[in-house]
């Protein structure tokens, strides 16, 4: 019996461990709020922001990286800064574009056993311990959002956003999903559920679907000028904001 749950317990993870003591649980509560606080006051003032989401894996001869790479500049054209998770591929190709044409460039790094280590490409950037204070610091500061090509991350990124549109969680923010061949199955499995009555089908029209940078910058630009005045916020020197 003793073996097997040596076993048992070499396989849980932090999240599948139920209840730990008082202490542990206070201090896990702590240490998430100190990660809130820390993204708040690095990305308070960086805004405002578009979100670009993508897959880690694309590589720079990808022409999903260089796409990026032009989101990336046409961001920065638009005065806006760009925003990714941290990282290399799709990430680093958006935050290069803003880089190297002086647009400002940012992101929200994760620690991972692989793949997610820092790009180059960004003025100030974040690495979070947890995937629900990252989705949200990619969230609170962006005017619009453009999902890449990607996985099981990106779909989270990309779900995630959609729910807390739909739901008016979050102002009705214009999201792109761009290349229709790779999102074409996606889009399928959208409308069955609209077919069926899971989701309404007005919920379709919360994503524009294009291969079309253009016509994607275009939407984005229609909507923030349409419905959103941009304040710049003011930094308090008491609280010794730079």
């Not at 574009?97 to 003025?123: D, R, T």
Request: net charge positive; aromatic share 14%; hydrophobic share 40%.
């Amino acid at each position: 019996m003793e073996k097997e749950e040596r076993i048992v317990r070499a396989k849980e993870t932090l999240y599948l461990e139920g209840p730990r003591s008082r202490g542990f649980e206070l201090g896990f509560a702590f240490r998430v709020f100190l990660q809130f606080i820390k993204g708040s006051r690095t990305l308070h003032f960086v805004g405002p922001c578009i979100t670009v989401f993508g897959s880690a894996r694309f590589k720079e001869d990808s022409k999903y990286y260089q796409a990026a790479r032009e989101f990336g500049k046409q961001i920065a054209a638009m005065g806006f800064t760009t925003m990714t998770g941290g990282g290399p591929g799709i990430m680093e190709a958006a935050n290069r574009g803003a880089f190297e044409s002086g647009g400002a460039s940012v992101g929200c790094n994760i620690k991972l056993p692989f793949e997610q280590k820092p790009n180059p490409y960004m003025h100030k950037w974040l690495t979070m311990d947890y995937f629900f204070i990252r989705k949200v610091m990619l969230l609170k500061y962006s005017y619009a959002f453009i999902v890449m090509p990607g996985g099981f991350g990106t779909m989270d990124e990309f779900f995630n956003t959609l729910t807390l549109i739909q739901t008016k969680s979050i102002t009705r923010f214009p999201m792109v999903l761009f290349g229709k061949d790779f999102y074409k199955p996606l889009m399928e499995t959208i409308s069955s559920m609209a077919n069926e009555g899971t989701i309404s089908k007005e919920d379709m029209s919360l994503v524009l679907v294009t291969d079309d940078i253009g016509e994607a910058m275009a939407h984005i630009q229609n909507y923030i000028s349409k419905n959103y005045e941009i304040k710049k916020r003011k930094r308090l020197w008491l609280l010794f904001e730079r």
